[in-house]
């Protein structure tokens, strides 16, 4: 029997009182960090009898280590950087300088490359970067600045007074797969504290309690998302040159999905490559584990591979949807940064920029707020006002429609950005509408049985070993690693639907897009349909794909036991 984690009851559970607490360790939250840090040790020089502590500020990271779960293609844009440290350029881990970029269009067996690169493409000036080193290098600055850092907790819950949030608990450790206490059970620490920052990234597991309780989501576009699934490859020297950019459109992925990859060549050979694919295709059979081994099969990129070897492997999802997609950025004792907020750039695909400048701006909200004793709702809406007078503005509200022109296709897509460049980005609509991804998979008897045109990419990938792998290859090169005896954390709220009738509808689409084989469904005697499902919870890379495409909703994905997770080591 499945046992799911849940908050063990009735137990004490240390208390601390905090005056900020970040939820989350990457871009966004560290930058947080840093910034707020800053302004303190400012307004200290400046006023010695009225000094602020950092004593009490506090960053959760549920890795085991600062940048472990961070995984980007990654390009960084320097804006924020330029202004959260002047002069880091020259101490940061840096990969590459982009020197030349090429966008193309691929066939099955042929790419076209575009005589022009597409402006958004463009991307002369901005860095390739490992943002696991990025945000590992970040993290130190943070530590040095005197923020305490908690690395391997995971925020489990928000706490609440009435309509206030009044904190976070931290993940109960030692919990066995039964759900009961272990010899080294270590009850989760309630920090009470006048702020919570959510920094969790895409489709973080707190952020959705608070948009679930609050109703943040009404009266706004549906979050749509996509997942970018990577490897990291080590290629013969001459393959690529180092600060090259690569972008595709086009197959593996019909007209009907939305998606692309991207190259980035890196010092020492190092390939960075992946695709993205939409989490708003048709097919539930579709797997973007697959589309990627389709997509190194392609002669272009095969030949760039070719003698090559991949030495790591990822995935994570990210927002898509975009301005009118975001839900309110601050109330009552919170505020949501980064990828958590839907702060990304779905044009340029970029975000990393704009979730250290978000976490800047969040900080400096933070921070009035500290000085005035002021945590209410009217205080720290100002976070809004903030990015509303800031860049991040003036770049998101221009692609304010961009995915959303997609939601028919391509060619569609291709019309409606070019009407959205000459108007602004309002194209036909101030806002355009959508549909949240999950809805718009068809039932098993609406499509072709033999996959018609997208048959390539249905089902798992087999792979050869060299070239393309099976999930589980490739999972074994993401250094994934969990404590093998605690409770599911994939909670699946009713396996019935996924026994009976989701092997009818849907055929189990779980098994398909997650990218860690997480998801299997295995012969069992006494269900209707011969199989049932079963769960391996400890190859979760935790992408949250689960979490955002399950047709019916019964799936929520919580933190496990902190420390557990990917080791996306140099990715
Ligand atoms: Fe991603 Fe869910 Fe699979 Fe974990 S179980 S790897 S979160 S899809």
């Known amino acids: 029997m499945l046992i799911f984690r849940k908050p063990i009851e009735g137990i004490d559970r240390p208390q601390m009182e905090a005056d900020v607490v970040i939820v989350g360790g990457g871009p966004s939250g560290m930058a947080c960090a840093l910034r707020l ?65 090429d966008v193309y269009f691929l066939t099955e067996k042929k790419e076209y490359r575009l005589p022009i690169t ?55 450790k030692g919990v066995d797969k039964h759900n009961q206490q272990k010899s080294n059970f270590e009850p989760g620490y309630e920090l009470k504290s006048k702020i919570t920052i959510l920094a969790e990234g895409t489709r973080g597991s707190l952020t959705k309690q608070l948009v ?94 070719d003698g090559g070897k991949m030495i790591r492997y990822g995935a994570k999802s990210l927002p898509y949807g975009g301005w009118y997609s975001m839900p309110p950025l601050g109330g009552n004792g919170w505020m949501i940064v980064g990828d958590s907020a839907g702060f990304l750039n779905s044009q340029r695909l970029k975000g990393i920029h704009l979730a250290i400048k978000s976490g800047m701006l969040a900080a400096e909200t933070a921070f009035e707020a500290l000085l005035e004793n002021n945590f209410t709702d009217e205080k720290l809406k100002q976070f809004k006002d903030r ?43 101030e806002v355009y509408t959508t549909h949240a991804g999950h809805r718009r998979l068809q039932h098993l008897n609406q499509l072709p049985e033999d996959g018609g045109k997208r048959a390539h990419m249905l089902g798992q990938a087999r792979g050869d070993g060299k070239l393309t792998f099976d999930k589980l290859t490739d999972l074994y090169h993401s ?36 990218p860690a084989n997480v998801y299997e469904m295995v012969e069992a005697a006494d269900v209707p349909h011969g199989r049932q499902i079963h769960l391996n919870p400890s190859n979760c890379v935790h992408c949250k794909t689960c979490d955002i495409m399950d047709p019916y909703e019964i799936i929520t994905w919580v933190p496990p036991e902190g420390g557990g997770g990917p080791n996306y080591d140099g990715m």
């Open 212 to 305: 679930g309780r609050f109703n943040l989501d009404q009266h706004r576009n549906p979050q749509v998302y996509g997942v970018g699934v990577k490897e990291l490859w080590e290629v013969p020297s001459g393959r690529i040159r180092k600060g090259q950019v690569v972008y595709t459109m086009g197959w593996p992925l019909t007209t009907k999905e939305y998606g692309g990859s991207w190259i980035y060549g890196a010092k020492d050979n190092i390939v960075s490559m992946g695709f993205v694919t939409g989490l708003d295709y048709a097919d539930p059979r579709l797997d973007p584990h697959h589309v990627l081994q389709d997509f190194k099969q392609h002669p272009f990129i095969a030949h760039l591979l």
């Open 387 to 429: 990015v509303d007078a800031s860049w991040i503005r003036d770049e998101l509200y221009e692609v304010r429609n961009f995915h959303q022109g997609f939601e028919n296709g391509l060619v569609h897509g291709l019309l409606h950005t070019a009407l959205q460049q000459i108007t602004g980005g309002r194209g036909l609509h």
């Open 479 to 514: 250094g994934t690693r969990h404590e093998e005896d605690q409770p599911s954390h994939l909670v699946i709220h009713d396996t019935n639907i996924c026994n009976t009738r989701c092997v009818q509808e849907f055929g189990n689409p779980c098994q398909n897009f997650c």
């Open 37 to 101: 840090s800053q302004l303190i040790d400012r307004h200290n020089q400046r006023h010695p009898d009225a000094q602020i502590s950092k004593e009490n500020i506090y960053l959760l990271e549920k890795a085991r280590e600062v940048g472990q779960h961070c995984l980007s293609g990654a390009l960084l844009d320097p804006r924020s950087m330029d202004e959260l440290l002047p002069g880091w350029r020259s101490e940061a881990p840096i990969e590459a300088e982009v020197t030349h970029e």
């Open 118 to 172: 597409p402006p958004p493409l463009r991307d002369h000036g901005n860095f390739v970067i490992s943002i696991n080193r990025f945000v590992k290098w970040l993290g130190e600055k943070v530590e040095q600045a005197g923020i305490t850092v908690f690395t391997g907790f995971a925020g489990s819950e928000l706490l609440f007074n009435e309509n206030r949030v009044v904190g976070v608990r931290t993940d109960d």
